[in-house]
């Protein structure tokens, strides 16, 4: 289990994804008590990638915001 927290840029979209790394890999991730749907890094495993083509509020980054999170894994 690992959690933290970051303070959003305001980008968004595929080029400027949120990307959190781990020691471990996850297999459930919630930020600010959401659960989110996430891209795993083909390598590593331990790197995720969240991002969204809509807005910086879906990808989870509005600009100044703080974003805590949780992840659970193995």
Known sequence: MAVGNYVGTGTF??????????????SFISINNEQVYFTADKEDKK????????????????????????????
Not at 13 to 20: F, K, M, Q, S, W
């Open 47 to 74: 790197t995720f990638y969240i991002s969204s083509n809509e807005s910086a509020e879906k990808q989870y980054n509005e600009k100044g915001k703080t974003y805590n999170y949780i992840a659970l894994g193995y």
């Open 13 to 26: 979209g595929d080029e400027t994804p949120i990307a959190l790394t781990f020691n471990f890999t996850p």
